[in-house]
């Protein structure tokens, strides 16, 4: 019997690492510092539901191929998939949303509503947006010579506290929505409901979507107006992230909190690789990390696991 476990992981998204690494850089008078800051909690609150339903979801491990966080480049649109489950006689999708108070599935204009107490706002109707992955799953798996494969989908809510109401056809939303925990059931007993049916074939599907899996990202820097020369270089504190540490015999001093260390100079770098660009050259890591001596930065890029280019004479990111 094959043993099945997690075979593509959640990692934080590229536009939330970007963000987090952007922000403490940026001025404090810069335009549109509040707007990013926005952007990042937002992002950092999806992350952090998918985690959760993550958690639950993982029970399944033992008995599914499971892939999270699946971005694929299907025809002339791009499809994100928040977690693909392969059953044994069907695909499952597993679209999360991680909303808090109480929401309201109104089938009948097709639209969630979140009531705060306060006011209601409404949003996009998450079956019409899983209703749309499922086609374009459908079809990348046409493209893939993989016929008659069924997919199916959940919508999972990722706050357990959340009061969820129907407006109109109940059965047809209770069939699909439920809190994270009670996912993994709905998907285990639909799956054994269509025993008879074909096997699919779990392990060359998941294989194949390994294979073009991208990751996802954005141009951050574009769609704000960032410059390069907007973003502040320095050693961001490991203690209190005040950004300006000192360089004083072999630590970096923090004239803030008075904080130590040996290593910070370690984030600024992938802040550098991050925020600028894929590659760093000697006086580029003087200038970014404020140091006087080119042998010293020539020593920190030795010791943080980059690999050199003697040709071009810069340092990239060491491959995994």
Request: charged residues 25%.
């Amino acid at each position: 019997m094959e043993v099945y476990m997690i075979i593509k992981f959640r990692n934080k998204p590229l536009p939330l690492q970007y963000l987090e690494a952007l922000i403490p850089r940026l001025p404090q008078h810069f335009p549109k510092l509040a707007d990013l800051k926005r952007d990042a909690a937002k992002r950092a609150k999806g992350y952090i539901g998918e985690k959760k339903v993550d958690y639950h979801l993982d029970l399944l491990a033992d008995q599914y191929p499971i892939l999270q966080d699946v971005n694929l480049q299907i025809g002339d649109k791009r499809a994100q998939f928040d977690t693909i489950v392969i059953g044994k006689h069907a695909i499952f999708l597993i679209e999360i949303k991680n909303v808090s108070d109480t929401i309201t599935f109104d089938t009948v204009h097709r639209q969630l509503i979140r009531d705060n107490g306060e006011k209601e706002e409404g949003f996009r109707y998450p079956i019409t947006q899983a209703e749309t992955q499922r086609l374009l799953l459908l079809h990348w798996l046409r493209i893939n010579k993989f016929e008659q494969i069924p997919v199916n989908y959940f919508i999972a809510i990722s706050e357990p506290s959340t009061i969820i109401q129907v407006k109109g056809n109940q059965d047809a939303i209770t069939d699909v929505v439920a809190h994270a925990e009670y996912i993994p059931h709905m998907l285990v007993n639909q799956d054994a409901n269509m025993k008879g049916k074909k096997v699919i074939p779990a392990r060359q599907i998941a294989n194949q979507l390994l294979t073009d899996c991208q990751e996802f990202n954005i141009d951050l820097r574009n769609y704000y107006g960032i410059r390069k020369s907007d973003i502040l270089p320095g050693i961001q504190c490991t203690e209190c992230q005040w950004l300006g540490m000192k360089r004083i015999y072999g630590k970096w001093h923090c004239p803030k909190c008075k904080h130590l260390s040996t290593d910070a100079h370690n984030r600024a770098l992938y802040d550098y690789f991050l925020l600028i660009k894929p590659w760093i050259s000697n006086p580029e890591c003087m200038t970014f990390l404020k140091l006087n001596s080119r042998h010293t930065a020539k020593r920190i890029l030795q010791s943080a696991n980059l690999t050199y280019h003697p040709g071009k004479r810069i340092w990239t990111q060491s491959r995994k």
